[in-house]
C-alpha cells in the first residue's frame, strides 16, 4: 500500500491518525478528523478517501471560514437579542403601566365610593382592553348597588310611614280610654280595635317576609298539581259578590282543565291580590275579565283585565316594588304589597307576570306559568 501526500510543511503537525486508515481498510469510504493545529486560531479538517486499494489520500483544509462565519453570527445574534431585550422591556413597562393605571383609577373610585361618593363611577376608555371591560363591569355593579340602596330607603321610609299610622291609632285610642274613664264596654272596643289594628301589621310584615323569602329562593314551596283553570274559577266566585255589589261585571273565561306543578296556597293569594286591585279600581258600569289560556311555548298565561281607572305610563315600570303607590289622588287604600306578592310567587314558579294599561282606560295584568318548575 502507498502513501501520497502534498507537501505538508504548511500543514506541519497534522500526522496520520492511524484509526481512521485502519477504517479504510476495513470499509472504505471517506473519514475525517477535525483537530487544532498549534500556533493556528482556526481548526483544520482532515479528510481521509481511498482512492484505489493501494491509495489513500489525505486532504486537509482550514475552518476559517466557517469560523468567520460563527463570529458574524454571534456578532449579529447577540446585537440582535440585546435591541429585542431592551424594545420588549419598553414594551413591557409601558403596557404595564397602562394596565396599573388602569387599575389604580378604580381603587381611586372605589375608594371615594366608600367614602360615601355613590355617584361617583370609573372613566371607560372604550379602547377594548380588559381594563376597559372590568371599568364598564364595575360601573354597572355600582349602578346596581346605587338602585338597590335607593329602593331599600324608600322601602325603609315606607315601612316607617305604614308602620306609624296603625301604631299611632293604637296610642290614639289607649290614651282616650285611659284619659275618659271609659266603660267595661269601651275597654273592649279599644281592645278590639288594637287587636284588628295588630292583625293588619302582622299580615303586612308576613307578607313582606314572604316576597323576601320569595325573591331570594329561599321560600320552600309546596309543589303539587293544581288545576289553575278550576283556582282562576273559584277566585271570580269568590269575589263576584263584592264586584255585583258595586256593581261591576266579573266573567271567567278558562278551559276545563289546567294542571301544572305549583304550590295551590301561594297561587290563591297572588289570584286574589289580582282580583282584588280589579274591584278596587274598577268603577261601577265597568267589567272585569279573567282567562286562562295556553301560549305557544305550551305555558299557561292567566289574565285579568279591567276597565277600570288604568295606570299612568310613568308609573308601570314601578307599580311592582313594594310599598309603592301611584298618583296618591286615585290610590285606595292598601299596603302597596300585593302585585309585589303576585310578582314574587310567579317568579318563584319559574314565569313572571307583565302588565299593560292606559289611565282611564283599563289594565291587563298577565301572569305567565310554565307546567313544570
Same mark, same amino acid.
Given at each position: 500500500?502507498?502513501f ?5 510543511l504548511?500543514w ?7 484509526t481512521?486508515?485502519?477504517q ?8 475525517f478528523?477535525?483537530?487544532l ?7 483544520v479538517?482532515?479528510?481521509y478517501a481511498?482512492?484505489?486499494? #493501494?491509495?489513500i489520500?489525505?486532504i ?14 454571534k ?5 440582535t437579542?440585546a ?6 422591556t ?9 394596565a396599573v393605571?388602569g ?13 360615601g ?6 372613566a371607560?376608555?372604550?379602547?377594548g382592553i ?6 364598564a363591569t364595575?360601573n354597572?355593579m355600582l349602578d346596581?348597588?346605587?338602585v338597590?340602596l335607593?329602593e ?13 299610622s296603625p301604631i299611632?291609632?293604637?296610642?290614639? %285610642?289607649?290614651e282616650v280610654?285611659?284619659s275618659?274613664g271609659?266603660s267595661?264596654?269601651?275597654y273592649e272596643?279599644? %281592645?278590639?280595635g288594637?287587636?284588628?289594628e ?5 299580615g303586612?310584615?308576613n307578607?313582606?317576609?314572604l316576597i323576601s323569602?320569595a325573591?331570594?329562593? @329561599?321560600?320552600?314551596l309546596s309543589?303539587?298539581?293544581?288545576d289553575?283553570a278550576?283556582?282562576?274559577?273559584r277566585?271570580?266566585?269568590?269575589f263576584?259578590? @263584592?264586584?255585583?255589589?258595586k ?15 305549583? #304550590?295551590?296556597q301561594?297561587l290563591q293569594?297572588m289570584l286574589?291580590?289580582?282580583l #282584588? ?6 268603577h ?13 311555548r305550551q305555558?299557561?298565561?292567566?289574565? @285579568?283585565?279591567?276597565?277600570g281607572?288604568?295606570?299612568a ?12 303607590h ?5 290610590s285606595q ?8 306578592l303576585a310578582r314574587a310567587?310567579?317568579r ?7 302588565v299593560?294599561?292606559t ?6 295584568f298577565s ?7
Amino acid at each position: 500500500m502507498a502513501f501520497s501526500s502534498t507537501n505538508v510543511l504548511h500543514w506541519r503537525g497534522i500526522g496520520i491518525n492511524k484509526t481512521a486508515i485502519s477504517q479504510l481498510q476495513k470499509s472504505g469510504g471517506l473519514a475525517f478528523e477535525t483537530i487544532l493545529l498549534p500556533g493556528r486560531k482556526d481548526k483544520v479538517r482532515v479528510l481521509y478517501a481511498t482512492l484505489s486499494p #493501494d491509495i489513500i489520500v489525505q486532504i486537509v483544509y482550514t475552518m476559517e471560514g466557517y469560523s468567520l462565519f460563527l463570529d458574524a453570527f454571534k456578532d449579529i445574534f447577540f446585537t440582535t437579542m440585546a435591541v429585542l431585550i431592551l424594545v420588549a422591556t419598553g414594551m413591557g413597562w409601558f403596557m404595564a403601566k397602562r394596565a396599573v393605571s388602569g387599575i389604580g383609577e378604580v381603587t381611586r373610585t372605589a375608594m371615594k365610593i366608600a367614602g360615601g361618593a355613590l355617584g361617583e363611577r370609573v372613566a371607560v376608555k372604550s379602547t377594548g382592553i380588559e381594563i376597559d371591560q372590568l371599568a364598564a363591569t364595575f360601573n354597572q355593579m355600582l349602578d346596581r348597588i346605587e338602585v338597590l340602596l335607593t329602593e331599600i330607603k324608600e322601602m325603609s321610609d315606607n315601612i316607617a310611614h305604614d308602620l306609624k299610622s296603625p301604631i299611632t291609632r293604637i296610642r290614639g %285610642a289607649a290614651e282616650v280610654a285611659l284619659s275618659t274613664g271609659a266603660s267595661a264596654t269601651e275597654y273592649e272596643s279599644m %281592645a278590639a280595635g288594637a287587636i284588628e289594628e295588630c292583625d293588619r301589621l302582622l299580615g303586612m310584615i308576613n307578607t313582606m317576609l314572604l316576597i323576601s323569602m320569595a325573591e331570594a329562593g @329561599v321560600y320552600k314551596l309546596s309543589i303539587e298539581q293544581v288545576d289553575i283553570a278550576g283556582l282562576a274559577a273559584r277566585g271570580c266566585e269568590m269575589f263576584e259578590p @263584592v264586584a255585583h255589589d258595586k256593581g261591576v261585571i266579573l266573567s271567567c273565561h278558562a278551559p276545563q282543565s289546567c294542571l301544572i306543578q305549583a #304550590d295551590r296556597q301561594m297561587l290563591q293569594r297572588m289570584l286574589a291580590n289580582l282580583l #282584588d286591585n280589579a274591584v278596587k279600581f274598577t268603577h261601577s258600569g265597568g267589567t272585569i275579565e279573567v282567562a286562562v289560556l295556553e301560549n305557544e311555548r305550551q305555558e299557561f298565561v292567566v289574565t @285579568v283585565k279591567d276597565t277600570g281607572t288604568g295606570i299612568a305610563e310613568a308609573d308601570l315600570p314601578r307599580i311592582f316594588e313594594r310599598f309603592y303607590h301611584c298618583d296618591q289622588s286615585r290610590s285606595q287604600s292598601g299596603t302597596g304589597l300585593g302585585l309585589s306578592l303576585a310578582r314574587a310567587v310567579a317568579r318563584a314558579h319559574g314565569g313572571d307576570i307583565f302588565v299593560s294599561s292606559t289611565l282611564n282606560g283599563g289594565s291587563t295584568f298577565s301572569a305567565i306559568f310554565p307546567k313544570n318548575i
